[in-house]
Structure formats: structure tokens, C-alpha cells
T-cell receptor
């Protein structure tokens, strides 16, 4: 059974700092991995989707990498801003496009002005 | 207008009452999902549907039922609500083709069972 872990559970950084959020998964036979952002009391917004054949994806100040062999993905946020404060969730789809996503519990990020 | 719409957004009910949460989408996606989110437990899958005639149980389906009335509509029912079903419920959609598996969420329905 796929398990997804995100450490740390919470992170606080000063504005302007570059930071890395971590995601690990137990079954390396993944189909794809998706990073989401969730603001308090709100729905999840898709940030980046990495297919199993890809090593990384970029969108603006965000860069997500995937290392299937080690069961790890990282989300890099450059030049953090207070508006980046949110919970970031990682989710993995295992083996095929017909299996549902398994979510980590998220990292709550606070960017302090 | 949101692509994935959930109603109601907030609901307070009593133990034993029947509750229905509704989800509709304008994305043209064939796949729909219901998740619940609890503090400390993360997101857990309740039911999912890959097309109108396909319904699958997720990780925590006990106490819930679903109906896929049309490709664009997927409803979640609690036949007899209990307090530990108090949670934030999310509907999500994805499409078989293209960027396969990218998931899109609604804004959530907060349910409180007293």
C-alpha cells in the first residue's frame, strides 16, 4: 500500500528565502506525482504535475523534482513571499492512470514579512 | 464561475439525519471523486467514479453512498449522519486523456454533525 510522507509538518521562513519542501513515498512504481496548495478553509489548487517519465517541472518560482528510485520529490520555492503562506500537499498516483491519488498530510508554510 | 462546484458549502445537522452533498463540474471530465479532510489525518478517499456507470469504494466508504447522475454530477450521501462524520468534504475531477490524472478540486463542503 502506497504511503506518502511530508516532513516537516510546519515550516516558518523569512520573506525572500529560497526553500524546499519534501515528499517521500514508499512504492516507487508511480504513475505521476502532483503538488497542491491549500489556503485555510479552501479547496486544493494544483501547482505542478510530474509524470513518471519526467525528472522535474517548473512553473514561475516553483520547481518540482522527482526521483523515483529513492522515493522522493521536492518542491522548491524561490524568493518566498508572504502570499506563499499556505499548506502544500503532495499526492502520488501509483502504477496506472486508473488508481486514485494517495495524499501526504502536507507541510504548513508561513512566510514572515 | 468555479469549474467544480459543491453545494452546500456549509451544513450543520443532527445525528441520524440524512445528508446529501452535491458536486457538479463544467470541465468535461469523466472521472469524479469524493474526499474528506480531517485535521491530522489528511485527505482520505471515500468513493470515486470513472464514468456514469462506474462506482468504486475508496479507503473509507462505510457510512457513505454516492450517485453519479450524469457525467457532470456526483453526489455523496450520509444515510444517517454521526458526529465523527464532521469534516471538510471535497469533490474532485480528472480526465482520462491529456495530462492524465491531474486532479482539480472544488471549494469544499464543511459538515458539522451534532
Amino acid at each position: 500500500k502506497q504511503e506518502v510522507t511530508q516532513i516537516p509538518a510546519a515550516l516558518s521562513v523569512p520573506e525572500g528565502e529560497n526553500l524546499v519542501l519534501n515528499c517521500s513515498f514508499t512504492d516507487s512504481a508511480i504513475y505521476n506525482l502532483q503538488w497542491f496548495r491549500q489556503d485555510p478553509g479552501k479547496g486544493l489548487t494544483s501547482l505542478l504535475l510530474i509524470q513518471s517519465s519526467q525528472r522535474e517541472q517548473t512553473s514561475g518560482r516553483l520547481n518540482a523534482s522527482l526521483d523515483k528510485s529513492s522515493g522522493r520529490s521536492t518542491l522548491y520555492i524561490a524568493a518566498s513571499q508572504p502570499g506563499d503562506s499556505a499548506t502544500y500537499l503532495c499526492a502520488v498516483r501509483t502504477r496506472s492512470g486508473n488508481t486514485p491519488l494517495v495524499f501526504g498530510k502536507g507541510t504548513r508554510l508561513s512566510v514572515i514579512a | 464561475d468555479a469549474d467544480v462546484t459543491q453545494t452546500p458549502r456549509n451544513r450543520i445537522t443532527k445525528t441520524g439525519k440524512r445528508i446529501m452533498l452535491e458536486c457538479s463540474q463544467t470541465k468535461g471530465h469523466d472521472r469524479m471523486y469524493w474526499y474528506r479532510q480531517d485535521p491530522g489525518l489528511g485527505l482520505r478517499l471515500i468513493y470515486y467514479s470513472f464514468d456514469v456507470k462506474d462506482i468504486n469504494k475508496g479507503e473509507i466508504s462505510d457510512g457513505y453512498s454516492v450517485s453519479r447522475q450524469a457525467q457532470a454530477k456526483f453526489s455523496l450521501s450520509l444515510e444517517s449522519a454521526i458526529p465523527n462524520q464532521t469534516a471538510l468534504y471535497f469533490c474532485a475531477t480528472s480526465h482520462r486523456g491529456g495530462n492524465t490524472g491531474e486532479l482539480f478540486f472544488g471549494e469544499g463542503s464543511r459538515l458539522t454533525v451534532l
